[in-house]
């Protein structure tokens, strides 16, 4: 089956280093559904009675060199354990598909734009359909989710180093819900090493002295 | 981009009609996703500890010469209505894809088999990806849902006429599950009409007296 993109992903992060691992975990993380050719505005007609959005998109930057394997480390795990690769929400499948439920914030049909808020999406990520999400249909509670019981939940502790200028205080939550979830490998652990994070144009530095992440500078 | 079945689905339901229309709405239909070329065992590890399992699928009995409009009149609103179709699940769509959450019934990795219960799927549908349900990610409660804001609920009693044969108590709940749904198309309103629907192998008749359906005979 041949499909074709009806979207792409606007975000401030650019690469998948800091991009949160699933949907929801950066709640006030800002993002935009572009149209693209074939669009309508009619085709939205209705959209804004609902709250939440399922995205379908691809791995567009999944290592072209690296094979799909039947099992995969999820770094829920801290990268040691193995799990089969269809019991988790890895990159690497068989199909690179990837799924995620957003907060509708403002639809803009003549625009063909749908703002949302909280997406795992990198900035360019292809977009091959949208649908509306159903509570009815779609939202089950009081249910085992094998090893990803629990939202991750923030990791580290972040601060900030007196900058040369304020740091606005929107600015200020983005990074901090993104930061504390450790952007880090799993198997990084020195305090030393000072790493940059691309958002929304900005070069954040940061280092981790145990659960607490300094943010050094924002340029 | 290119992707291929990892799967199909096996159901009783053989049609699109009498297939629900959307997952859940007949929680207790039993339905198999069977892996096919490319599939490992070890694929499947870890997914026992899961209850739902999300099915992302191809619209596979589309009319080929149905072309995707920008507005859809979904079956929720009598037929008469039009949506955006991306703020319906219309089966026609600029990428025909489905999706669909499913309650894991058993998983039998040897046999490249998942039972599962609640599918809108029908049988021989194509599957693309499979991913487990993560509830933290994934379930929202108390938002809108716009015109799809309750589950559709059963709209018709549904009786059986005797029978030269006794209809199993799973078999009838199943079919109870289906039928009270009201297969017929929005248009249709005739008592003397008689409908056939094919169930794992067996032909059910049945027609339709206001809002009791009469399941006729079983063949």
Same mark, same amino acid.
């Given at each position: ?97 990837? /799924? =995620?439920?957003?907060?509708?914030? %403002? ?5 063909? $734009? +749908?703002?949302? !808020?909280?997406? #795992? ?57 993104? /930061? =504390?979830?450790?952007?880090?490998? %799993? ?5 030393? $090493? +000072?790493?940059? !994070?691309?958002? #929304? ?19």
């Amino acid at each position: 089956m041949q499909i074709e993109p009806i979207a792409f992903f606007r975000s401030p992060l650019k690469e998948k280093f800091g991009t949160p691992r699933q949907a929801g975990i950066a709640p006030g993380l800002p993002g935009t559904v572009e149209f693209c050719k074939g669009f309508e505005p009619a085709m939205l007609d209705g959209l804004e009675g609902f709250d939440y959005l399922w995205i379908i998109w691809g791995f567009s930057l999944n290592n072209p060199n690296a094979a799909s394997s039947a099992k995969v480390r999820p770094p829920r795990l801290g990268g040691n354990e193995k799990m089969g690769v269809y019991a988790t929400r890895s990159p690497y499948r068989p199909n690179p598909l990837g /799924l =995620s439920s957003v907060r509708i914030h %403002a639809v803009d049909a003549a625009a063909g $734009r +749908i703002e949302v !808020l909280g997406a #795992d999406l990198v900035d360019g990520t292809p977009i091959f359909d949208i649908k509306p999400y159903l509570e009815y249909a779609d939202a089950h509670t009081g249910i085992r989710s094998g090893f990803a019981a629990e939202a991750p939940g923030g990791k580290l502790r972040v601060v900030f180093e007196d900058m040369p200028f304020a740091v606005s205080e929107p600015l200020r939550r983005q990074l901090c819900e993104i /930061l =504390s979830q450790d952007p880090r490998p %799993a198997y990084h652990d020195d305090p030393e $090493r +000072i790493y940059g !994070l691309n958002f #929304d144009g900005r070069n954040v530095r940061f280092k981790v002295e145990g659960d607490t992440l300094i943010v050094l500078e924002i340029s």
